[in-house]
T-cell receptor, first 117, second 114 residues
């Protein structure tokens, strides 16, 4: 069974700093997808970034980028120039690639990130 | 605002009761997903519907059921409620059945079972 581990329950950084959130996963699959979701205090889940395992290039979305290490089964999220609005719970998630019927997503326990003014 | 609506926002009920949570997906989205977020279990995928048919099933209890109607809205039915069912229930929608496509989440329904 697949598992997703986020080893940092809570982190705090100063505004404008760079912060990296860790995520490791365990799978025997070769084709899969990885996600980072953000849940701000409003509780609404928002997709931050997505990575396909077959792509070697790390995904980037503006200030958000990932360091995807397939062999190490590591998928960390880097937030550059952090802003107060980045304060949220961040969830790492895994989904194996299937064509039908068993594409359920597995979430980590989350990392609570505080951006300090 | 994601365009996904969920009603009610809050629900308080007693053990043994039955409740129905409603979700309206974004206009044009055919796929609806249900999630449960609790302190004990974290965030869990429950079930997915695509264009009225069940597409994938996650950690959904037998006491729970869902359906998607012809107008594409979905309902999650929770019966014989237990204290442990207290959680935030999210609905999400996407344009296709492919799970890796971006899902847009609703604001959630907070269920409290007393």
């Amino acid at each position: 069974a697949q598992t997703v581990t986020q080893s940092q329950p809570e982190m705090s950084v100063q505004e404008a700093e760079t912060v990296t959130l860790s995520c490791t996963y365990d799978t025997s699959e070769n084709n899969y997808y990885l996600f980072w979701y953000k849940q701000p205090p409003s509780r609404q889940m928002i997709l931050v970034i997505r990575q396909e395992a077959y792509k070697q290039q790390n995904a980037t979305e503006n200030r958000f980028s990932v360091n995807f290490q397939k062999a190490a089964k590591s998928f960390s999220l880097k937030i550059s120039d952090s802003q107060l609005g980045d304060t949220a719970m961040y969830f790492c998630a895994f989904m194996k690639h299937v064509t039908f019927g068993d594409d359920k997503i597995i979430f980590g326990k989350g990392t609570r990130l505080h951006i300090l003014p | 605002d994601s365009g996904v609506t969920q009603t009610p926002k809050h629900l308080i009920t007693a053990t043994g009761q039955r409740v129905t949570l409603r979700c309206s997906p974004r206009s044009g989205d055919l796929s609806v997903y249900w999630y449960q977020q609790s302190l004990d279990q974290g965030l869990q995928f429950l079930i997915q519907y695509y264009n009225g048919e069940e597409r994938a099933k996650g950690n959904i209890l037998e006491r729970f059921s869902a359906q998607q109607f012809p107008d594409l809205h979905s309902e999650l039915n929770l019966s014989s409620l237990e204290l442990g069912d207290s959680a935030l229930y999210f609905c999400a929608s996407s344009t296709t059945a492919a799970y890796y496509n971006e899902q847009f989440f609703g604001p959630g329904t907070r269920l409290t079972v007393l």
